[in-house]
């Protein structure tokens, strides 16, 4: 069973955090929670741990997951940013985005589409947010939920319901309403909404 951890969703607590990146660096999954919901991850260079996520998640090889950095410098490592791109990314992070870019050749192959892109996020969450900058790489995000399920988790406790058995650690931050992120591919100068979340779109129109 996953071991589950109270953190401060405001103030998360430096020793806390500490645990959680052990978990981490140990080639551990956990759930996490986010600016949009709960998240299953781990550390994107652990590929054992990133086929973990795959098998938890029953997900066909060939849809990688989207990613979370610390902050839009952090990015720059790992997509390609053109100056548009930086412009509007800028204005809106940390926020309830995924942004589409051109990946890097520093990103696991693993984590990259046919097409060579990459799913990046940078969360409004400090939990989340203190994770990556102590662990120093960027963490898999995928929501908390089985691909067929309706409706995403909102606590801990459906977390743990979920995948108590199949993931280490559990961060219980409180109640999340759950809402996807928006997704927009800045893969060209003109920005394109490929899905409508919980942030607001109208800045990439």
Do not use: W
Request: net charge neutral.
């Amino acid at each position: 069973m996953a071991k589950i951890l109270e953190i401060n969703p405001v103030n998360p607590q430096p020793r806390l955090i500490a645990q959680v990146v052990e978990v981490l660096q140990h080639g551990g999954v956990v759930c996490y929670p986010t600016d949009t919901m709960y998240g299953i991850g781990c550390d994107i260079f652990n590929q054992k741990a990133v086929r973990r996520v795959y098998q938890i998640k029953r997900r066909p090889k060939d849809k990688p997951f989207s990613f979370m950095c610390a902050s839009l410098t952090n990015i720059s490592q790992y997509g390609h940013v053109g100056n548009t791109a930086y412009r509007l990314m800028r204005k809106n992070l940390p926020g309830p985005y995924t942004f589409v870019l051109s990946g890097t050749k520093v990103v696991p192959k693993i984590m990259l589409t046919k097409q060579k892109t990459v799913g990046i996020r940078v969360p409004d969450n400090a939990v989340c947010l203190a994770i990556i900058e102590m662990l120093g790489n960027p963490v898999l995000n995928t929501s908390a939920m089985l691909e067929e399920d309706e409706q995403p988790v909102r606590t801990c406790d459906d977390v743990d319901r979920l995948f108590g058995k199949q993931v280490d650690l559990i961060i219980d931050s409180g109640e999340i309403l759950p809402a996807p992120s928006s997704v927009i591919s800045l893969l060209t100068e003109q920005p394109e909404i490929l899905r409508e979340g919980k942030g607001d779109v109208s800045a990439f129109l």
